[in-house]
Each structure stands twice: as structure tokens, then as C-alpha cells.
């Protein structure tokens, strides 16, 4: 995002949390592809997506007053769509439709911990350096080659290599360290 949009973001988020609907309606319609592609990511049943995102926006406009950094928007929007779904799947308000065991890995997994690592791995993805972040949700969840990436970003194709490699290898320690469940 540049700069401006940036700030501009600050400032809706500044005019939502004071009270502006208009704001924050811009804010919901501006993510809202973002929240939905992230519940359905997430529980894997369509029938929940859209209701949870809904839902999502509700609880963001009802907490927007505890929002502390209005440039933490973006992953403050995430922490609370993960954590609807993750309530709505241990209320048992909605079954989650399990990732196929070739792409899911984890085949003891109940829907609770599949939910909970796709939590885990959006957090250590926030952790990494934006450059590797982007080089990585670009390869893994766009599909794109490392020429396509490279070109994308403006970057010489061994940075793009190295941003992957290395970020790779912080997402595994990352998750490592969770009660090593990952490693």
C-alpha cells in the first residue's frame, strides 16, 4: 500500500472508531474480499463464509474503540474474523469441511486444531519481514512463479529466492516452537 493510502486508512480508521458509519463502511467494503477469502480459507464451508464475515465486521465496528494502532488494522481485522470462526466451530454453530488429506497433512487433526494452525501460520506470516511475506503469499497462496514475482515486486529473481528461502525457514521455526506441532 503507498504511503497516502496508508494514511488514508489511518483516518477512516481514526473517523470510524469516533463514531463515522461512512468510514467504516468504506473500511468493511474495502476488506471485505480480504475477510471472506480468510474465513473460507479458513473453515473450508462456503455456507459459513459469508455469515462470518458479516459477523466479523459486527464485532470490528463494536471493538473499534480498543483498535490501539490505527495503521494495525489489516491484522487487528484478521485476529477477530480467525477467532469468529474458531468460536463458531467449537459452539458447534457450524461444521468445518475438512481439507482433502493430500493438501491437509494432518489426518488425526480435529476441525478446532485445523482452524487453530491456520491461526498459527497467519500470525508467523505477520511476523515476517514484508518483503518475504509478500514473496511468499505471492508463491504459496497466488500460485506465481518466481519470475512472475520477481517482476511483480521489482526485485532481481534471487532476492525473490532468498525472501522465500528465508522466510520459509522463519515460518518453520516459528511454528516449531508452538508445542512442536509443526517441525
Not at 466479523?56 to 477467532?83: E, S, V, Y
Not at 526485485?155 to 529466492?161: A, D, H, N, R
Request: proline share 3%; glycine share 6%; net charge neutral.
Amino acid at each position: 500500500m503507498a504511503p497516502d493510502a496508508d494514511d488514508a486508512e489511518r483516518r477512516a480508521v481514526l473517523f470510524a472508531a469516533s463514531g463515522d458509519v461512512a468510514a467504516f463502511e468504506r473500511l468493511a467494503r474495502r476488506y471485505h474480499g480480504y475477510v471472506e477469502a480468510l474465513i473460507g480459507r479458513a473453515c473450508g464451508n462456503v455456507a459459513s463464509t459469508e455469515d462470518l464475515t458479516q459477523l466479523t465486521f459486527l464485532k470490528a465496528w463494536q471493538r473499534l474503540h480498543t483498535l490501539r494502532d490505527a495503521g494495525a488494522f489489516r491484522p487487528w481485522l484478521r485476529r477477530i474474523a480467525l477467532n469468529i470462526v474458531v468460536d463458531a466451530v467449537r459452539s458447534g454453530a457450524m461444521e468445518t469441511t475438512p481439507l482433502s488429506d493430500e493438501r491437509r497433512g494432518h489426518d488425526s487433526e480435529s476441525p478446532e486444531e485445523t482452524i487453530v494452525r491456520r491461526m498459527d501460520v497467519e500470525t508467523a506470516l505477520a511476523r515476517l519481514a514484508s518483503a518475504q511475506r509478500r514473496c511468499i503469499v505471492l508463491a504459496y497462496e497466488e500460485r506465481m512463479s518466481h519470475a512472475e514475482i520477481a517482476e511483480a515486486c521489482d526485485m532481481p529473481i534471487g532476492t525473490v529466492k532468498s525472501h522465500i528461502a528465508r522466510g520459509l525457514a522463519t515460518l518453520r521455526r516459528l511454528l516449531r516452537t508452538r508445542e512442536g506441532v509443526y517441525g
